[in-house]
């Protein structure tokens, strides 16, 4: 068996790379490309030459200009056989497939039309396109059901692919890569790489057309949950004594506000069969459509409120045949997110409309297909060097234009070419600087600018240096002999590498285990995380804290109380002089993380100026403590770091999607999402306490009416338990009660379970979780608050969504805070 091969490896990327200069710049001599890639004169010409063999490039006799004697140098091009992926949505209708080459530039378009029920018509239709579109590296096919482990689950859409291994199958028929993903997933991916959504990182794609789905962008990464069902929005109950929907379950948002039934609803007032675009004509004008059009709308927006709240994206697309921008739909969605979402959260959270013309999911399909070509790997390569997130596509940094043979688009409306249709990375960079290769739309613009600074050289060192960190990883202390061995990497350029490593502070020498005859290789691991970690959690009582090395083992805890009633800020200066006491202790250099109960901006460290809470509102905990400790620290949300505790070492331990739910009147929920805390574009993600669980219910502190944290507050179960004696009941003494056996108390904590339950459905049916983990106070006296949530989410949420779920307790209690604050650091 061989090693892995290193070698060969940084040939790849250094190959991938030239490949993606070469199609960045057209046309190119092998002198700028010298210049271009910082590789050496002759690597260039070794590479171009096999690059030509295989038939990616091609060379150009140039024109003697004159201006230099001697030969004139010949350029390169991509070839015209280098090939190009291929993208494919199945509807309901037939098949829409697209070919383009490795930039990105359409080649053919083409609607097929077969009988979309039988999935090997489908599969073959699909095989007879590719096979004619010459070199294909990879295939992208979109279907309107969820996909997991590359088999078709059940869909009420497309019945009879259930069960199916779409992507097997086609591969069998076509020997090259295929991806089979669900439809709303790719059309965020190609509203990212195409349309409005470019720059975004947290996206929520509406598609509004034969059912309402969701498709999610969460950190830049698309989300599709637990069990691949994630975005199921249109399965969310709005009327729980409302018709019954496909799914089985009763008054889902798809039997009100889906094209067909407002269709059925206006033509049965118009007296006549009404088409979408009839429909879309006669709001401009009637009264009576545009208003029916307006509800849904408002019925959409009362949902994505919801999301808006919780899931907390910068920008929701709506896209579909009844949605114009500014038409009355979205108008209702506006009203609706203006008056049930957060202050701060409506004003930052963008709603637009589509300008893909229903081809986002072809478009997204393009862009995943580009993917797994060289030019793509030559961008990743590009991209791995730098610091930041990556997104995993829109890699191609080139424009899509619709092909000349291109029919026109399912809604009868072709966009003109380049309107809608260019990419945004396209048009980005300035006019005469060469694009940079990895200008992926969903990276950060700070970490893009700061990659678009390295030399390609210094990205190739970057990569090296990545692959002897992968090897002492996976192999804990390593002889530098076994270094040069397994990555295959020159043994001199091992050793410089390892230098600069040991001198960068991230790989330190070691000895050697048991030692071998002879004179023994010197040995190197990753370096221990110098200093210690401290996790401080903010709460009303006090602050909690615990101390950790630098591998997260805990060496420390403790807590410091504060008299009730005290300021915001005598808060603050008491977290800050605790974290210098531990750090006193335990030694100077500690990394600090805080956890503080409320919305806390992700960049700024800030609390908004409109918080929930009033008293946090314009606060910086991260400027106030960071003052005290003179060294920078970092913020966020407690419900958020409990839910990375749990899922990283408590209840939810393994899983990848989790959701937390915090149950005592400072309830909150925290998201796990591909197993990364999510934090939302403003911090809101997983602010269910505010959500609105009855329009005309109690005042909430944050001002609104009804909020689930109103009916978890000691005050109302107090007038519950109908028990004046009880004066003003504190969470301490009704926990007590339950815990003492009394009933009504217990009743009240099961359905004060089934409220949170209900309230947080439409985040399952998005998020999907595999683990919904209950912690909070009101856990304490046992599994009343878990048992009333876990029937409320079985009873409401949409049945694939709750087929996968599990609700368990927290098991890491009070220290899931400062645990999460530690976790966060690593
Ligand atoms: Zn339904
Ligand atoms: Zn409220």
């Known amino acids: 068996m061989s090693p892995p091969a290193g070698g060969r490896r940084v040939h790849q990327v250094r190959r991938d790379l030239l490949f993606a200069a070469v199609r960045d710049a057209g ?17 260039v010409n070794g590479l171009v030459a096999e690059l030509v063999a295989a038939g990616l490039l091609a060379e150009e006799e140039a024109v003697p200009d004159g201006t230099r004697a001697g030969r004139p140098a010949r350029s390169v091009t991509v070839a015209a056989a280098a090939g190009g992926v291929v993208g494919a949505v199945v509807e309901a209708d037939g098949v829409h497939v697209v070919t383009v080459d490795l930039a990105g530039r359409p ?43 590359g088999v078709v689950q059940s869909s009420s859409v497309l019945p009879a692919w259930s069960g199916i291994a779409a992507a097997g199958e086609l591969r069998r028929r076509l020997a090259h890569r295929v991806t089979v993903r669900n439809d709303a997933d790719l059309c965020v991916l190609g509203e990212v790489r195409y349309g409005v959504a470019a720059g975004h990182q947290h996206v929520c794609h509406l598609r509004v057309a034969s059912g309402i789905g969701c498709g999610l962008l969460l950190g830049g990464v698309p989300h599709t949950g637990a069990t691949g069902v994630a975005g199921e929005i249109g399965h969310v109950q709005v009327d729980e004594t409302g018709a019954l929907c496909r799914c089985g379950n009763r008054g889902c948002l798809e039997t009100i506000a889906s094209p067909r039934e407002i269709l059925a609803a206006l033509s049965a007032t118009y007296g006549e069969p009404l088409t979408a675009a009839r429909a879309v004509e006669l709001a401009r004008h009637d009264a009576t459509a545009e208003r029916v059009l307006a509800d849904a709308g408002r019925m959409i927006g009362r949902v994505v409120a919801d999301l808006a709240n919780t899931v907390n994206p910068s920008l929701v697309v709506l896209d579909g045949p009844l949605i114009e921008p500014d038409g009355p739909l979205v108008h209702g969605v506006r009203d609706s997110l203006r008056r049930y979402a957060q202050p701060e959260v409506a004003q930052s959270t963008q709603v637009r409309v589509s300008a893909l013309g229903g081809r986002a999911a072809l478009l997204g399909a393009v862009a995943a297909a580009l993917r797994a070509t060289p030019s793509a790997r030559g961008d990743r390569a590009f991209t791995r060097a730098g610091a930041g997130p990556v997104a995993p596509f829109a890699l191609a940094p080139a424009a899509v234009v619709p092909a000349a043979d291109a029919p026109a688009s399912r809604d009868g409306a072709a966009p003109a070419a380049g309107e809608g249709l260019t990419s945004r990375d396209g048009a980005a960079p300035a006019a ?8 992926s739309a969903a990276v950060a613009p700070a970490a893009a600018a700061r990659r678009r600074e390295l030399s390609p050289a210094r990205r190739e060192r970057l990569v090296r240096r990545d692959m002897i960190t992968d090897v002492l990883r996976g192999r804990g202390p390593t002889a530098r002999s076994d270094i040069v061995r397994l990555t295959r990497l020159p043994r001199a350029a091992v050793v410089d590498l390892l230098a600069e490593l040991c001198h960068d502070g991230v790989v330190e020498p070691c000895p050697p285990g048991a030692s071998r005859s002879g004179r023994p290789s010197p040995h190197f691991r990753l370096a221990a995380a110098a200093g210690v970690l401290l996790g401080l959690a903010l709460g009303p009582e006090g602050v909690r804290a615990v ?48 956890s503080v109960p409320s919305p806390v901006h992700p960049l700024t460290g800030r609390f908004g100026a409109r918080s929930v809470l009033p008293m946090f509102s314009g606060f910086s905990p991260a400027e106030e403590i960071a003052a005290v400790l003179g060294r920078p620290v970092q913020v966020h949300n ?47 993600a997983g602010e269910v306490g505010h959500l609105n669980v009855r329009e005309i219910g109690p005042l909430c502190i944050c001002g609104s009416r009804g909020c689930l944290s109103a009916f978890l507050a000691p005050a109302y179960f107090g007038a519950l338990l109908e028990r004046p004696r009880l004066g003003s009941l504190s969470e301490d003494r009704l926990v007590a009660l339950a815990v003492a056996g009394d009933r009504p108390a217990r009743r009240a904590l099961v359905d004060a379970g089934r409220l949170i339950g209900r309230t947080v459905t439409p985040l399952c049916d998005v998020l999907n979780p595999a683990v919904v983990v209950v912690g909070g106070r009101y856990t304490e006296p046992g599994a009343f608050v878990v048992d009333g949530v876990r029937e409320a989410l079985h009873r409401h949420c949409a049945p694939s969504a709750a087929a996968g779920l599990t609700v368990v307790p927290a098991a890491l209690g009070r220290d899931a805070e400062p645990l999460g604050a530690i976790e966060s650091l690593l």
Request: with cysteine; glycine share 12%.
């Open 27 to 43: 046309r190119i001599s092998r002198a700028d490309l010298v210049r271009r890639t910082g590789m050496a004169r002759m690597t």
């Open 107 to 149: 080649r053919a378009e083409r609607h097929l039309r077969v009988d979309t029920a039988d999935p090997q018509v489908v599969l073959d239709a699909i095989a007879e396109f590719v096979s004619s579109a010459g070199r294909v590296w990879s295939t992208v096919v979109g279907l309107s059901a969820p996909i997991s482990g």
């Open 432 to 439: 005469g600087d060469p694009p940079p290769a990895g200008s």
């Open 547 to 594: 101390v950790a090395d630098g591998a997260g083992r805990v060496i420390d805890d403790g807590f410091r109380p504060l008299p009730a009633g005290h300021e915001t800020l005598q808060l603050m200066r008491t977290a800050a002089e605790f974290a210098r006491e531990l750090m006193d202790r335990h030694g100077a250099h500690a990394t600090v993380a805080v």
């Open 638 to 684: 407690n419900a958020q770091l409990c839910a990375l505790a749990e899922a990283r070492r408590g209840a939810a331990r393994g899983a990848r999607d989790v959701l937390y739910l915090r149950a005592d009147q400072f309830t909150g929920a925290g998201i796990v999402a591909g197993g990364r805390m999510h934090q939302g574009a403003i911090g809101y």
